[in-house]
């Protein structure tokens, strides 16, 4: 096999940047040991370009997700994952290097999903928990997932390939997208972070009153998208016959999300789909109906709420550590627990609750 055929991968993402940036030589950050041979990095390389407009910043591109080579996977119509990451990071003016802790950021993502086999597409969110810049001061503490406006999707001679772009958001910029859904909340927000560049510096945009009030009419009209949420702290034990005493099913929620929780499920109510909550231990859905009901089943617990029912929930999850039971469904009793926030050694930082 000759070395074109051999690098038609690679080679259709270079030439998909050079339309882009023309003959500028970008930085490029290869992998010393592959990944494939006991290596760290999963991503055999990862380049960068400066990029003059709208606003002067880095321009990020991996090579690795898709196959780079020659076809090895048996899906024709995709290349390896089926997409690139790129992200897009203002440049500081004294700046002459692109930052390393930007590399680290997607070869994590890389490690995240050649483990787990998990994708982001176009629309996905994941909250990192953390400054996405350790040990920095920014508000940005996790990522959306959008096509890079610049690189469309392209067939290459190993399948067809997208290009996703990661960028920085802030906590409650993410609470948002869980509301209503990731690409309203960048729409929204575009005309402050022009092709979503990520700024470190930046403040949450929802203190923008037009902005806070586009989101909000959104979320109540149109509902949220999140179908699924991964929450640390759900679990569920069935009800107990007592000899003297019934004892109804009982959820324990975590402190620290019951509150998204609260506002996600009214805006599922306005889809009428489901939302489904899950941690390493169980899973609880809720549906929706005219009558609410409860009931357990071998997997999950399932819990059926009612327009009533549902006012009556959100208004009760907060981050306080309480029990209680909503007047239109006593047949589940719900406990909110404390958080504890750890740091990344594990010590406590803050406790929830």
């Given at each position: 096999?000759?070395?074109?055929?051999?690098?038609?991968?690679?080679?259709?993402?270079?030439?998909?940047?050079?339309?882009?940036?023309?003959?500028?030589?970008?930085?490029?950050?290869?992998?010393?040991?592959?990944?494939?041979?006991g290596g760290n990095d999963p991503?055999?390389?990862?380049?960068?370009?400066?990029?003059?407009?709208?606003?002067?910043?880095?321009?990020?591109?991996?090579?690795?997700?898709?196959?780079?080579?020659?076809?090895?996977?048996?899906?024709?119509?995709?290349?390896?994952?089926?997409?690139?990451?790129?992200?897009?990071?203002?440049?500081?003016?004294?700046?002459?290097?692109?930052?390393?802790?930007?590399?680290?950021?997607?070869?994590?993502?890389?490690?995240?999903?050649?483990?787990?086999?998990?994708?982001?597409?176009?629309?996905?969110?994941?909250?990192?928990?953390?400054?996405?810049?350790?040990?920095?001061?920014?508000?940005?503490?996790?990522?959306?997932?959008?096509?890079?406006?610049e690189l469309p999707g392209m067939?290459?001679?190993?399948?067809?390939?997208?290009?996703?772009?990661?960028?920085?958001?802030?906590?409650?910029?993410?609470?948002?997208?869980?509301?209503?859904?990731?690409?309203?909340?960048?729409?929204?927000?575009?005309?402050?972070?022009?092709?979503?560049?990520?700024?470190?510096?930046?403040?949450?945009?929802?203190?923008?009153?037009?902005?806070?009030?586009?989101?909000?009419?959104?979320?109540?009209?149109?509902?949220?998208?999140?179908?699924?949420?991964?929450?640390?702290?759900?679990?569920?034990?069935?009800?107990?016959?007592?000899?003297?005493?019934?004892?109804?099913?009982?959820?324990?929620?975590?402190?620290?999300?019951?509150?998204?929780?609260?506002?996600?499920?009214?805006?599922?109510?306005?889809?009428?789909?489901?939302?489904?909550?899950?941690?390493?231990?169980?899973?609880?859905?809720?549906?929706?109906?005219?009558?609410?009901?409860?009931?357990?089943?071998?997997?999950?617990?399932?819990?059926?709420?009612?327009?009533?029912?549902?006012?009556?929930?959100?208004?009760?999850l907060q981050p306080a550590v309480?029990?209680?039971?909503?007047?239109?469904?006593?047949?589940?009793?719900?406990?909110?627990?404390?958080?504890?926030?750890?740091?990344?050694?594990?010590?406590?930082?803050?406790?929830?609750?």
């Amino acid at each position: 096999m000759n070395e074109q055929e051999n690098n038609s991968g690679w080679d259709a993402i270079d030439v998909a940047m050079k339309s882009l940036y023309g003959d500028q030589e970008p930085k490029h950050f290869g992998t010393l040991i592959s990944y494939q041979f006991g290596g760290n990095d999963p991503l055999d390389g990862i380049s960068v370009y400066i990029a003059k407009e709208p606003v002067e910043h880095w321009h990020y591109v991996t090579y690795g997700f898709s196959e780079l080579h020659e076809k090895e996977t048996q899906d024709p119509e995709n290349s390896g994952f089926g997409f690139e990451l790129t992200f897009r990071l203002i440049k500081q003016s004294d700046e002459t290097e692109p930052s390393c802790w930007a590399l680290n950021l997607l070869q994590n993502l890389a490690r995240y999903i050649f483990s787990s086999g998990n994708v982001f597409n176009n629309g996905d969110y994941m909250d990192a928990n953390s400054p996405i810049c350790l040990k920095s001061d920014t508000e940005l503490t996790a990522l959306a997932f959008t096509y890079d406006q610049e690189l469309p999707g392209m067939d290459t001679p190993n399948g067809r390939l997208d290009f996703i772009q990661v960028v920085g958001i802030t906590a409650d910029e993410l609470e948002a997208m869980q509301m209503w859904n990731t690409l309203g909340v960048l729409n929204v927000c575009e005309n402050h972070m022009p092709l979503f560049t990520t700024n470190l510096s930046r403040k949450s945009l929802l203190h923008n009153d037009e902005i806070k009030k586009a989101i909000k009419h959104g979320s109540e009209t149109e509902g949220s998208n999140t179908r699924f949420l991964f929450i640390e702290q759900i679990s569920w034990t069935p009800a107990q016959k007592k000899i003297f005493k019934n004892l109804p099913a009982t959820v324990q929620i975590g402190a620290k999300q019951a509150n998204i929780i609260g506002k996600v499920i009214k805006g599922r109510a306005v889809k009428n789909e489901p939302l489904r909550l899950v941690s390493n231990e169980a899973t609880v859905v809720f549906r929706f109906g005219d009558h609410p009901d409860v009931v357990e089943k071998e997997d999950a617990l399932e819990i059926i709420l009612n327009k009533k029912a549902v006012e009556e929930l959100a208004e009760q999850l907060q981050p306080a550590v309480k029990e209680f039971t909503i007047p239109s469904l006593n047949s589940v009793i719900f406990e909110i627990v404390k958080t504890d926030i750890r740091d990344s050694e594990g010590n406590v930082v803050e406790t929830i609750g």
